[in-house]
């Protein structure tokens, strides 16, 4: 966070020890004076003589009827002791009152920004941050990434489209007084990934040789939960540029998967299409009835072997690391 002149034009900086040392010293003065200035009880000081041993017994019994009666202390003695609890009430305050300026003063620098940009297994991206407080930070985030492959192998033709897409809200706590941090926040997932094959042999259920082209697509939650831990270089030091690193997991539930597709055979073709639900739909002539029934339960079986090992990815991990700027 900026200190100093930069961060407090014009204000006047409080130094608590000097204070503290300044009230002491008043005090100090003020019972100097009053030991002073305090007539004593024997010596010459005395202004109504000596008083004997036998008369004034400050620690014993007076014998009784005597005339002599022990002197009694100085008004102004009572009044020491007021004067000296006050001094004390005043130096206690003086100090709460520092401790009290200095987290004030400190909470009053924050309120800063900081921009930055990073890679990550959600993709390429920037984020833009505001410090709430020493301990507490917001991050806006965005991340992007494109992928798309094609190939061919054995006469058959496929194409893998990887598309990474989130923005999310996150929210940092430094529990300690340096760069660690733990995260938490939410983001919205756009991710999907999409596997299409064309003019090639693909296998369902319980049958391998059906021919003709198909099309799956995983996609998952749009609203995605995400917790990790966090460093940041320098963050203490206030502005300039510093390092940073993430990782964590975001909650994307069990991914969804759809198929689509067309089946050719014996010159006969049928369109087809599983739901996200598993539940088979086939239009068209795939042969007779019996050909078509076996088509939607082999794509239902398959489906469901799918989904099942789909199940285990409900996690999906998140590893960052980025440059950024903070002003």
Not at 116 to 125: E, F, I, K, R, V
Request: charged share 20%; glycine share 12%; with cysteine.
């Amino acid at each position: 966070m900026p200190t100093g002149a930069a961060g407090s034009a014009g204000s006047t900086q409080i130094d608590p020890a000097a204070q503290l040392r300044q009230v002491g010293n008043a005090a100090f003065d003020r019972r100097r004076t009053a030991l002073q200035t305090e007539p004593r009880l024997n010596g010459r000081d005395n202004p109504a003589g000596k008083i004997s041993a036998g008369t004034a017994h400050l620690g014993g019994d007076r014998k009784r009827g005597s005339p002599d009666k022990a002197p009694s202390p100085p008004e102004h003695r009572s009044r020491a002791m007021p004067n000296q609890t006050t001094a004390a009430l005043a130096a206690c305050a003086a100090f709460l009152f520092a401790a009290s300026i200095q987290p004030a003063t400190a909470r009053a620098q924050d309120g800063s920004m900081a921009a930055g940009a990073h890679a990550s297994t959600l993709g390429a991206g920037f984020s833009l941050g505001y410090d709430i407080s020493p301990s507490f930070s917001a991050r806006a985030v965005a991340n992007y990434f494109s992928f798309d492959r094609k190939e061919s192998s054995a006469g058959n033709a496929y194409s893998v489209d990887v598309r990474l897409l989130s923005l999310g809200l996150l929210g940092d706590w430094h529990p300690f007084e340096n760069g660690f941090r733990v995260t938490a926040g939410v983001l919205y997932n756009g991710n999907k990934f999409t596997f299409a094959s064309r003019t090639s042999e693909f296998g369902a259920g319980d049958t391998d040789d059906y021919e003709g082209n198909l099309k799956a697509e995983l996609g998952f939650n749009a609203v995605a939960p995400y917790l990790g831990i966090g460093w940041t270089s320098g963050r203490a030091d206030g502005s300039g540029f510093s390092f940073f690193a993430d990782a964590g997991a975001i909650y994307q539930g069990a991914p969804r998967l759809s198929v689509s597709g067309r089946v050719d055979d014996n010159g006969s073709s049928c369109n087809f299409s599983v739901s996200e639900s598993g539940r088979a739909t086939v239009r068209g002539e795939c042969g007779d009835m019996a050909a078509s029934a076996a088509l939607r339960a082999d794509l239902e079986k398959e489906h469901a072997d799918l989904k099942g090992q789909l199940d285990n990815f409900k996690f999906y991990p998140v590893v960052m690391l980025g440059v950024t700027y903070r002003f």
